[in-house]
């Protein structure tokens, strides 16, 4: 059957070093590489100061340094497994992940998750560039050189520029720029991590009282949600350049060790400083990068600021790359340097109010995590249920047109990410008091669950909820249609 291509990208005249790919597949040309290099950008996207604030977050719950510890670790390596399943498809479709997404959910029935997608990575490239800025001005302060407003422009403008260029450029510059941040920062990390060292007090972290099995779930989801699932709609923008043949294998460690490593240890570590002092515990999570550079002698601020800005700058330029493609998934017809542009005004649009405007900038942030949390949890069930099913490399001609063979609209993957968000958000709460999430939770009284103020509010048990919802729905309910998909020729 001959498939009109109505909705097929082209690899339009772009500037001199600019990447000309966009939502197209890449052509086989310019697929290359191992698997291994997939360690450089989620190293470096992943290697942030960030990472420590989790320790005292997850103590927020009224766990055990030990509690913490599992959840810490189980949380980030299976949120970051998710990641390496997904960029598998990467491999086997060579186009960007919400270009992909629309076998199981139908090319126009797709638009709907790659708004999701472009929303939470806009939002992630917000926060961290929000991050970076406020840590040059705290930083600015302590040394005496001024922290007021002028510095925050400044600083606003220098990691927003670099973010941007990079969004724009593309792929390439962002594969080399991830290496040296990988280094640099991972090496003064460690030099941080050393200076840090006299404030952790290993009888008051071991003295800390174990907390229930639903406050440790709650941690556990935080971790998943701050960290591995934040990137599952992404995973597979980077191996999408990989040749078809690569081992899968290989893509799914390295992407899974890449993105997993710095977090784990920075959040081990985080555990130990905030255990070690409940004040200092309070402040990492009002401010956490604040809080993390006041424990340290002001000779080495100059080193922490660096370390925060560029581990910040690493995962906002992973961020604003994917959210142009999601954008251009959503139906956006613009170039995707274009696209990677307008997102870096909306960045900074909100970086600006987040900055200069927003109040218990934090608290909004955590409510964010949790809220999208549930519907791209569910959308990743989805998507990995799809792809457990397929035997075969996806038709990348009919991933653009609606009436191949991946169709206009799936109703049951859609049925499946609107009813597992609706279940999410049902079972999980703003635990940080935002006011706009008061409506969250509304299933727990009915199911029993002790309503709001019971401890199964706590435990995010609805972002678990709509990741299995999503998956097993799809491994039920879409043998037939991926068996007919896989029946006709190409």
Request: a positive charge; charged letters at 10%.
């Given at each position: ?10 690899r339009?005249?772009v ?11 890449i ?6 590489g191992?698997?291994?290099?997939l ?32 959840a810490?670790?189980?949380?980030i ?8 399943f ?6 086997r479709?060579?186009?960007p ?5 629309r076998?199981?959910f ?7 998750p790659?708004?999701l997608?472009?929303v ?8 961290l ?13 302590r040394?005496?050189w001024?922290g007021?407003d ?12 670099l973010?941007?260029v990079?969004?724009v ?5 962002i594969?080399?720029?991830?290496v ?23 009888d ?6 174990t907390?229930?099995s ?17 990137w599952v709609?992404a ?9 078809r043949?690569s081992?899968?294998?290989g ?9 997993a ?11 130990l ?11 990492i999570?009002n ?6 550079a006041?424990?340290?002698p ?18 906002s330029v992973?961020?604003?790359?994917s ?43 955590q409510?964010?995590?949790?809220t999208?949390?549930v519907p791209?949890?569910?959308w ?7 792809l457990v ?6 038709a ?16 049951l993957?859609?049925?499946l ?6 279940l ?15 409506w969250q ?14 401890s ?7 972002v678990l ?7 097993v729905?799809t491994?039920a309910?879409?043998?037939?249609r ?6 006709q020729?190409?």
């Amino acid at each position: 059957m001959a498939v009109e291509e109505v909705d097929r990208p082209t690899r339009a005249a772009v500037p001199a070093g600019v990447e000309a790919n966009g939502s197209n597949v890449i052509p086989e040309s310019e697929r290359h590489g191992r698997p291994a290099q997939l360690f450089w950008p989620w190293f470096g996207s992943n290697v942030s100061i960030l990472g420590l604030g989790y320790g005292a977050f997850a103590l927020g719950f009224g766990i055990s340094f030990w509690q913490g510890l599992i959840a810490g670790v189980l949380g980030i390596a299976v949120s970051f497994l998710l990641c390496g399943f997904v960029a598998v498809a990467g491999k086997r479709g060579s186009a960007p992940t919400l270009v992909l997404s629309r076998a199981p959910f139908g090319v126009d029935g797709n638009r709907l998750p790659a708004l999701l997608s472009w929303v939470l990575t806009v939002g992630w490239e917000t926060v961290l560039v929000i991050l970076a800025t406020i840590a040059t001005a705290h930083v600015f302060d302590r040394l005496g050189w001024g922290g007021g407003d002028g510095v925050k422009v400044a600083a606003l403008i220098v990691v927003a520029l670099l973010t941007v260029v990079a969004g724009v450029f593309g792929y390439r510059l962002i594969m080399r720029l991830q290496v040296w941040i990988t280094v640099i920062t991972g090496v003064l990390t460690v030099a941080y991590m050393i200076a840090a060292a006299g404030h952790i007090h290993w009888d008051k972290v071991s003295a800390i009282g174990t907390g229930s099995s639903q406050h440790f779930l709650g941690a556990l989801v935080l971790f998943m949600t701050g960290f591995g699932l934040g990137w599952v709609n992404a995973a597979a923008d980077y191996s999408r350049y990989l040749p078809r043949g690569s081992s899968s294998r290989g893509v799914v460690f390295w992407t899974a060790f890449g993105g997993a490593v710095a977090p784990i240890v920075l959040a081990i570590y985080g555990l130990l400083l905030a255990g070690s002092s409940a004040k200092l515990s309070t402040a990492i999570g009002n401010d956490p990068i604040g809080a993390l550079a006041d424990v340290l002698p002001k000779g080495f601020l100059v080193v922490f600021v660096v370390v925060a800005v560029l581990g910040l700058i690493g995962g906002s330029v992973l961020d604003i790359y994917s959210s142009g493609l999601s954008l251009l998934a959503a139906g956006v017809r613009i170039p995707r340097w274009a696209a990677a542009l307008l997102d870096g005004v909306v960045m900074i649009a909100g970086t600006v109010y987040g900055v200069f405007g927003a109040k218990h900038f934090v608290i909004t942030f955590q409510g964010f995590l949790i809220t999208l949390g549930v519907p791209i949890a569910a959308w990743c069930g989805i998507f990995l249920g799809d792809l457990v099913l397929r035997r075969r490399d996806y038709a990348e001609a009919e991933l653009f047109d609606a009436r191949g063979r991946y169709g206009r609209a799936n109703p049951l993957a859609l049925l499946l990410l609107v009813g597992g968000t609706a279940l999410g958000w049902g079972l999980v709460i703003n635990i940080y008091g935002t006011d706009w999430l008061t409506w969250q939770g509304y299933l727990l009284d009915p199911l029993g669950l002790g309503g709001k103020t019971g401890s199964w509010a706590y435990s995010g048990l609805g972002v678990l909820v709509a990741l299995v919802v999503g998956f097993v729905g799809t491994l039920a309910g879409s043998v037939g249609r991926v068996r007919r998909q896989e029946s006709q020729a190409t």
